[in-house]
T-cell receptor, first 112, second 116 residues
Framework: SQTIHQWPATLVQPVGSPLSLECTVE??????LYWYRQAAGRGLQLLFY??????ISSEVPQNLSASRPQDRQFILSSKKLLLSDSGFYLC???????????FGEGSRLTVL | AQTVTQSQPEMSVQEAETVTLSCTYD???????LFWYKQPPSRQMILVIR??????QNATENRFSVNFQKAAKSFSLKISDSQLGDTAMYFC?????????????FGKGTKLSVIP
């Protein structure tokens, strides 16, 4: 069966520090991968998606970036965090078909 | 651009009663999927139910059912025999099945509290 893992689950970082959130999918190949951010009262905002290795599409201009170094690995990064980067980050995957996304457990980022 | 609107930020229901969560969407596409996701306090998003736009029959999953009105672009979720474990944020979501990237557009969510 397919599984998705995100880490770390919780992260507290000072302003200006770097960020790396990792997401790995198991049990499937060539998935579409997504990073969403959830802020209170604002639902889920799509940040990046990838349809293949090295292919990244950005939905929102910001100081975050994403990379897909392997087929089932998706990384969210920042060189210098801002206070506004605080939030709950969700990784998700799909192989199409019925269109539904499968989500990871999420990563809570607090920037102080 | 597609938009999804959930007009009820918070709702509450007595245990064992029925509650309906509202969702409307806007799209010019004819083929698409609609979803309801549940996010309990543990925070992991879980799919509750899915509806294909080309199907006229409303989807049902145990105590969960939808009322899909394509012409009105409405997609409400009915929860019957509400249970304490149904307490969660509920998100309505849309994807254009022809896009290939399968990006989901979410509403802002409805916080449902089931009262014992």
């Amino acid at each position: 069966s397919q599984t998705i893992h995100q880490w770390p689950a919780t992260l507290v970082q000072p302003v200006g520090s770097p960020l790396s959130l990792e997401c790995t999918v198991e049990g499937t190949s060539n998935p579409n991968l997504y990073w969403y951010r959830q802020a209170a009262g604002r639902g889920l905002q799509l940040l990046f998606y990838s349809v293949g290795i090295g292919q990244i599409s950005s939905e929102v201009p910001q100081n975050l970036s994403a990379s897909r170094p392997q087929d089932r690995q998706f990384i969210l990064s920042s060189k210098k965090l801002l206070l506004s980067d605080s939030g709950f980050y969700l990784c998700a995957w799909t192989t199409g078909g019925t269109g539904e996304l499968f989500f990871g457990e999420g990563s809570r980022l607090t920037v102080l | 651009a597609q938009t999804v609107t959930q007009s009820q930020p918070e709702m509450s229901v007595q245990e064992a009663e029925t509650v309906t969560l509202s969702c409307t969407y806007d799209t010019s596409e004819n083929n698409y999927y609609l979803f309801w996701y549940k996010q309990p306090p543990s925070r992991q998003m879980i799919l509750v139910i899915r509806q294909e736009a080309y199907k006229q029959q409303n989807a049902t999953e145990n105590r969960f059912s939808v009322n899909f009105q394509k012409a009105a672009k409405s997609f409400s979720l009915k929860i019957s025999d509400s249970q304490l474990g149904d307490t969660a944020m509920y998100f309505c979501a849309f994807t254009d099945s022809g896009a290939g990237s399968y990006q989901l557009t979410f509403g802002k969510g409805t916080k449902l509290s089931v009262i014992p």
